[in-house]
């Protein structure tokens, strides 16, 4: 097949375009050598029917190799040929299985297979990616699911409406709808255990079985995705939102660069535009964060500001901080720079509080009951000021929630 369009059609309602003719144009004699043709790629009359998830066996000198259980057949004229009921198919150039309910080929003027246009219950399989989807287009360097995708590639996981896969540039363009955002999950594999010469590996018990569970889990989302292979990078654009599940760290920005090593783990990452870092008692926020040496250690970087819950408040252009909440500040960066830093006396009392109570005050008012339900670490904790409450809430609502019911949550914690 040879890629003659600069671009795929996006749109699961332009898939119509592709439609063959119905019924049939070619003359008598032409849909007979078809018939022919076909019989090489469709079960028998009678026979059993290979398994929808096998490839169909594909001799040497063939490229693309099809069978489907129901019907198919090949309009000469117009050069579009049609399969239906469990289609499974083999493309050698992609080292590509795949299968649908329906299936269409067009040829160009040279006569060549062009592209296949997959619908219904789409399935693909190749080294390193599997993929589902609602449709589909295969060409020669490109393939373009959409509605409902889920795609798993190299470790990564993921749920999206539109998956572009670049073939040559080893590249991956993920996007959401209005709707839905990219849902991504980076799973890094367990670290290997030092062997013990001298004495003998314990037996797994309950909670330490065989694939013990990984210690980095990355869960995002964002309007786009762009994985580079190449480059084992990860571009995350629109409303992002990353969290390391297993260390309590959740990060949002407009933008976000990860970037991964060999072995598929965090090595770094660089977020740009209203950047804010939650963790447990901690929140920093910055125009722009980076991280280069293994998260170690995090520069914020523009208005950049520190609160640690009860404790102090420190603000600078350039704050560079440890990833462990519990390690604090490394320094203010550029002795140049002004620092500001204010501390939190003791209260006479707890002024913020947010009990179990207020629960239906707060549904009457709009609050969703998957915010309320991220509410329960703070019922009955008590903070001795705005804003100790403040990084309290942060640490659990995403951006997007403490905009919309910040100010009603307040109103009924104090």
């Not at 694939?211 to 309007?223: F, S, V, Y």
């Not at 100790?388 to 009924?412: H, W």
Request: hydrophobic share 35%; with cysteine; glycine share 8%.
């Amino acid at each position: 097949m040879s890629n003659r369009r600069s671009r795929v059609e996006r749109s699961p309602e332009r898939l119509s375009r592709w439609a063959p003719p119905a019924p049939f144009r070619g003359s008598g004699a032409a849909l007979c050598r078809v018939a022919a043709a076909l019989a090489l790629a469709l079960p028998a009359a009678g026979g059993v029917a290979r398994a929808a998830s096998e490839a169909p066996p594909c001799p040497d000198f063939r490229q693309v190799c099809l069978q489907a259980e129901r019907t198919g057949g090949i309009d000469l004229k117009s050069g579009v040929a049609f399969m239906e009921g469990n289609v499974t198919g083999f493309l050698k150039t992609q080292e590509l299985t795949f299968q649908s309910q329906v299936l269409r080929a067009y040829r160009n003027e040279r006569d060549e297979w062009v592209r296949l246009v997959l619908d219904r219950e789409v399935k693909l399989d190749q080294p390193g990616r599997t993929a589902a989807a609602e449709h589909g287009i295969l060409e020669q360097e490109t393939i373009l699911l959409m509605g409902n995708v889920k795609l798993t590639e190299h470790g990564a996981q993921a749920d999206a409406q539109e998956v572009l896969i670049l073939r040559d540039r080893q590249r991956t363009e993920l996007k959401g709808s209005p709707q839905q955002q990219v849902r991504m999950r980076f799973v890094a594999p367990p670290e290997p255990r030092a062997a013990q010469p001298d004495t003998k590996p314990p037996a797994p018990g309950p909670a330490q079985k065989s694939g013990e569970p990984p210690t980095d889990t990355l869960l995002a989302r964002a309007n786009e995705v762009v994985l580079e292979q190449k480059t084992l990078q990860a571009q995350l654009t629109g409303a992002v939102y990353v969290e390391r599940v297993e260390r309590e760290w959740r990060l949002n920005a407009r933008t976000v660069n990860l970037r991964f090593t060999e072995e598929r783990k965090l090595a770094g990452f660089r977020a740009e535009g209203g950047v804010r870092i939650d963790q447990p008692g901690r929140m920093a926020t910055a125009d722009l964060a980076f991280s280069q040496n293994d998260n170690r250690t995090i520069l914020l970087v523009g208005r950049a500001k520190l609160q640690q819950q009860g404790q102090f408040d420190l603000s600078s252009d350039r704050i560079e901080i440890y990833s462990e909440a519990d390690k604090g500040v490394v320094q203010t960066q550029d002795r140049q720079k002004p620092m500001r830093l204010s501390l939190n006396l003791p209260a006479a009392k707890s002024s913020y509080r947010l009990d179990r109570s207020k629960w239906s005050i707060l549904a009457g008012q709009g609050v969703p009951r998957e915010t309320l339900d991220k509410l329960v670490p703070l019922q009955g904790r008590a903070y001795g000021n705005r804003d100790a409450f403040l990084v309290a809430l942060g640490g659990v609502l995403t951006r997007t929630e403490l905009d919309a019911y910040q100010e009603r949550i307040l109103s009924q914690a104090q």
